[in-house]
Structures are given as structure tokens and as C-alpha cells.
């Protein structure tokens, strides 16, 4: 008789072992050096006004030219990641903004720099969407969004890692040194990727011709079984019902829950990529220590880590009712950047809380988008939400460098920046009472109660 195996329950039936901590780690690494990259340029932004001889104002088209990037290649890729695995997306995104960002130490004008960060968030946008699909379709149900979310921490930890480049080395180095640090990390990573990233279960499962990746994958995950070589692996109807359209994240009660994500996406990237590339031309402008400035900004990403520690333990339990509270914490953090006077260690402390709102917020979009789609459209649904949050990335550091032009204080520049979390928690508290009312509970589900 045929051995058959539901995939849903084969993949929930797993204990921790080590195919998921290896997973974990490699996720990790990935988002680590995707972190780094992304965060890079904010760093280096000041020392490239002085030697480009350009005004600060001048940099929001540079600062913003890797998110047009992921704009395009977060719901391409995404697609491509539904269609063909996301494994060979993650490697491809990670070699190529790697060597991309290798170059960029190279650059002696903004016009380069600005096409090379274009290219290289081309790269990063299919990373992520597929790096997240992938992690929620091999984990466990239980440990789903703890482990997504302990995935996703990586990005604010390469945040961190290129501020303390910044604040140790590129006083002696100069600037290009955050860009060769940038460039090695992914292309690093990616060599351990090809090696030990796996495919997901439930996309071998529809593809015949990889049948015996198929039992190879399905063999690692659960040496707690016996799966026979001509083993059947039947996924639920949503991965294999459909093609995958983008109507899909409007059917099924996602008409009005979609477009409230990807609000929260857009506010929480607005606000983030304003903090974090900004943050250094703020405090040059009024008159900070260019090491105290790049240290205050590392505190921001270290709150961003304690953040994702938040949502991973209480994200399960009260789905988006704590992304609405760390929107609610984000306002006066945000606010208190700019209080007149403030000494260093208040800086941070303020910095610190800002990112555990902003980035905890942020991660907590990320783990709900990868649960609330069903398998088939989830690479999609991910990456549309991650390229129309886009939208609020690219205004971001536009809207600081027109503040930055603007004669104002840095406490009312400050002030005015908090303002549009404000929507973001109305779009939070909404989307709460929607997914109870999806899922008969505030825990997140890609299945709805019927």
C-alpha cells in the first residue's frame, strides 16, 4: 500500500531538531548581511556630502535608489519564488547585491552610487519575501512566527553591526569601508547557502521532476519516520487550487485585511528608513559628534533586536493587538529624539525605544503576512506588501531631507516625524478586530474560520 502523507500535518508534526536550527541560522546570516547593506548607506552619508561636496538635502534621491530597487524586485521575485522555489531566489538576490555592494567603494559620483543601489535592491527585494515564505512553510505551526520572527532579527542586527563599522573604523578607513564590509558578508553567506539552504516542502511537492529532492527534504525535516521512496505528499487545496493571482490576496475576507498590511507596512518602512537614514544627517546638521551620532543610531537597531524578542513570544497570543502597542510606543520615542539638551545616554535610551517600536512593529508585519496567506500566493502576498511598504521606505529619507532643508529646530523635526505613525496604529487596532473576526481569534492562521 502507498505511503501517504499530508504535507500541512507532516510539517506540523516536527520537533525542533537540527534541519530547523540549521535553517534558523542560515535565515539569519542572510538577513544579517541583507541588514547590513540596507542600513550602509545613512552611515556613510555624511562623509559623502563632504566628499562629494553636496548639500545634505541633496542625498534623498541616493539614500531612497535601493528601495526603488526593491520596489521592483520584492513582488517579482516573490512571483518567481511562488513559480520556481524560493531556495534559488535567496541564493541568486544574495550574490548579486553582494557583488553590487563590492563596487559601490568604488564610486566617485552620486549618479553611480545611485545605480548601483538601484541594482543591489533589486537583489535584496526577492530575498526577503522568499526568505520568509520559505521559513514559514518548513516550520512548525506552533513555533511559526517565533521562528520567522528570530529569522527576521537578522536584519537588525547587521542594523547594528554596520553602526559600530561606522563609529570604530571609518574614522580611519574612510567611508568606502562600509561597503567592502557590506559586500564580502552576503557573498560569504551565500556560499553557505548553496550548500545548506533547503527548498520548500510544499513547492517539491508540485513539481514531479524534483521528486527526489522531494523524499531527501522530507527525510531531514523528520528522522522520527520511516518515508518510503514512492511515498505520496498531498498539500491542501490552496497551494495546488489556483495559479497564484494577485486577486487571491483580496478573496476569502483578505478584501479589506490586505490593504490595512500593507498601511502598516508602509508607515512602519516610512518611518524606519527616515530614522535610519537620517538620523546621522540630523545630528551633523545640528552640531553632534559624528561618533556619538553613528552610536545613537546603533542603539536604534539594538532596540529593533529587543523589539523582534517582543513580538516573537506575544505575536501568536495577540496577533496584531501588539503591533498596534508598539505603534502606541513609537510617538513619543520618536518625539523624544529631538528634546533640546538631551544628553547622550538619553539619546539613546530614546534611539533604543524607537526601534524597539519601529523595527518590533515591522517585524511583526512580516511574520503575520507570512500566516496569513495561503501557500500559493504567500511568496506573492509577502512581496506586494514589502514593494507597496516600499512607497513609505522611499518617502522616508525624501521627507528627511527635505526636513533637513527646512529652518526648524530638531525638536520639531522630530515632532512632525512622528505624525504618521499615528495612522499606522489606527491601521494596526483595524486590522486586529478584522483578523478576529477571520479567524474567531486574535492568534493568525492562513486557514479562516468557516
Not at 526577503?128 to 520559505?134: C, E, R, V
Not at 521562528?147 to 568606502?176: E, H, R
Not at 521512496?229 to 490552496?238: R, W
Not at 513609537?330 to 545616554?345: H, R
Request: some cysteine; aromatic content about 10%; proline content about 5%.
Amino acid at each position: 500500500m502507498t505511503q501517504s502523507i499530508q504535507v500541512n500535518e507532516f510539517v506540523d508534526g516536527q520537533r525542533i531538531r537540527k534541519f530547523n536550527i540549521m535553517l534558523l541560522v542560515w535565515s539569519f546570516l542572510t538577513m544579517f548581511a541583507d541588514g547590513f547593506d540596507l542600513n550602509s548607506l545613512g552611515f556613510a552619508a555624511p562623509d559623502l556630502t563632504r566628499a562629494w561636496g553636496v548639500e545634505r538635502s541633496a542625498m534623498g534621491g541616493v539614500l531612497s535608489a535601493n528601495l526603488y530597487g526593491i520596489f521592483l524586485g520584492a513582488p517579482l521575485l516573490g512571483w518567481l519564488g511562488d513559480k520556481y522555489g524560493r531556495r534559488p531566489l535567496i541564493i541568486g538576490g544574495t550574490l548579486l547585491y553582494g557583488v553590487v555592494t563590492l563596487l559601490m567603494a568604488h564610486t566617485t559620483t552620486m549618479e553611480q552610487m545611485m545605480t548601483l543601489r538601484f541594482i543591489a535592491g533589486v537583489g535584496i527585494g526577492g530575498i526577503m519575501p522568499n526568505t520568509i515564505s520559505l521559513n514559514s512553510e518548513l516550520a512548525p505551526k506552533k513555533y511559526r512566527s517565533m521562528l520567522v520572527i528570530l529569522m527576521f532579527m537578522g536584519i537588525t542586527t547587521g542594523s547594528t553591526g554596520v553602526g559600530l563599522i561606522a563609529a570604530y573604523f571609518m574614522p580611519t578607513y574612510g567611508w568606502p569601508v562600509i561597503f567592502h564590509t557590506g559586500g564580502v558578508l552576503p557573498l560569504v553567506v551565500a556560499c553557505g547557502l548553496y550548500f545548506y539552504l533547503p527548498e520548500s516542502l510544499k513547492l517539491l511537492a508540485i513539481n514531479p521532476e524534483r521528486r527526489h529532492e522531494l523524499i531527501a527534504t522530507a527525510r531531514k525535516m523528520r528522522p522520527d519516520l520511516s518515508i518510503a521512496d514512492d511515498a505520496v505528499f498531498i498539500n491542501p487545496p490552496s497551494v495546488t487550487g489556483s495559479e497564484g493571482s494577485v486577486e487571491e490576496l483580496f478573496k476569502g475576507g483578505l478584501a479589506r485585511i490586505t490593504p490595512l498590511l500593507w498601511l502598516c507596512y508602509t508607515i512602519a518602512l516610512m518611518a524606519n528608513f527616515f530614522l535610519n537614514n537620517t538620523i546621522p544627517l540630523i545630528f551633523d546638521k545640528y552640531g553632534i559628534d559624528a561618533q556619538e551620532a553613528a552610536l545613537v543610531a546603533t542603539w536604534y537597531h539594538a532596540g529593533g533586536t529587543f523589539g523582534g524578542l517582543i513580538i516573537s513570544v506575544l505575536l501568536d497570543r495577540s496577533g496584531f493587538l501588539i503591533v498596534a502597542a508598539l505603534f502606541l510606543l513609537a510617538i513619543p520615542s520618536i518625539a523624544l529624539l529631538g528634546a533640546v539638551d538631551m544628553p547622550f545616554y538619553g539619546l539613546a535610551l530614546a534611539s533604543s525605544m524607537a526601534g524597539v517600536a519601529i523595527l518590533g512593529a515591522q517585524s511583526g508585519n512580516n511574520a503575520a503576512a507570512g500566516m496569513i496567506y495561503p501557500t500559493n500566493v504567500r511568496g506573492k502576498g509577502v512581496g506586494v506588501a514589502l514593494s507597496v511598504g516600499r512607497v513609505g521606505a522611499i518617502l522616508g529619507p525624501y521627507a528627511g531631507a527635505a526636513l533637513l532643508g527646512m529652518d526648524i529646530t530638531m525638536q520639531s523635526l522630530f515632532l512632525v516625524s512622528a505624525i504618521p505613525v499615528v495612522i499606522g496604529l489606527v491601521a494596526a487596532l483595524a486590522l486586529s478586530w478584522l483578523c478576529y473576526r477571520r479567524f474567531n481569534s486574535f492568534q493568525l492562521d492562513d486557514t479562516p474560520v468557516e
